[in-house]
Every structure is written in structure tokens, then in C-alpha cells.
């Protein structure tokens, strides 16, 4: 009688043949052929160019291309001749930098625009309230940097 427990390794082939498996259902071969397109263009490369930099035929690069072949021994190669992530290869996600980049910086931009704004905005407050009350403000205290309590009190105009 054979022990439940007992397990038998797997031989490196079908290793290799259980993680192919895997790796069939979990990504799909037609967008992954289609984001290895969209890189290549964004990249400026031909299917000769990028082939040769990979060091494969250019009817391979076709079969990734047009999911005939499974790319997965090259999406490393393929990632960095393109200046994507393999991430995104696989998964199509909003990792991808060349796109990111230029959004990045816009939306960065525009931040630092209303940051400005409102910190023009609590200066003018900042100076509306000290007139109220009476105050005049030196024009390093218009806004207090992390000093003590003491030092951050506004001086009382000589009457």
C-alpha cells in the first residue's frame, strides 16, 4: 500500500510544461501580441529592427505579434528594447511609463499650479486677518515655518 503522503518531485520537463500551462490561462497571447505592436510603434522600431536587436527571425517576431508563437522566454528583452515593463506586456495595466510620463508631468504641473495658488491665497488671508486685528506681520513671519509657538506670534502694531 502506497503512503498518501508521499510525492513524487517533478522532472524539470514537466516543470517546464506545468508552468507553460499556467501561464497560457492566466494571460492572453492575442493582447499580449498587440501590446508588443504598440511598443515596437511607440518605439520608433521596425519588425526587422526589433528582431535584430532580440536576436530572432522577423517571422518570429510576427508569430509574437500575431499571438502564433508565445513570446514569454523574450518579454524581458522585448520590455527593455522598447522602454515598457514586462508588467505591462503581460497585463496591459496603466504601468506603462511612455504614456505615463508625459501625464505625470502635466498632472504634476497643474498640482504645483493650485499648490501656488492656494498658498497665495492663505498669504493674502493670512495678511486680511493680521489688518483686522491689528497686526503687522514681518515678512518672514507671512508664513510660519515649524517654529516654536513664541516665535510664530504675530507683533502688535506700536499705537
Known sequence: MRKQDARRQLSATEARNL???LLLNVFEPEAIGERIKQARERAGLRQEDLADILGVAT????????ATTKPFKQLNAIAAATGV?????LHGDATREDADASGNAESIADRLEELAAGVAGLVRGQALIAAALGVQLDAHEQIPSQRSPS??????KPA
Open 19 to 21: 508552468r507553460r500551462l
Open 59 to 66: 517571422r518570429t517576431l510576427q508569430n509574437y505579434e500575431g
Open 85 to 89: 515593463t514586462t508588467e505591462w506586456l
Open 151 to 156: 516665535a510664530a506670534r504675530p507683533r502688535r
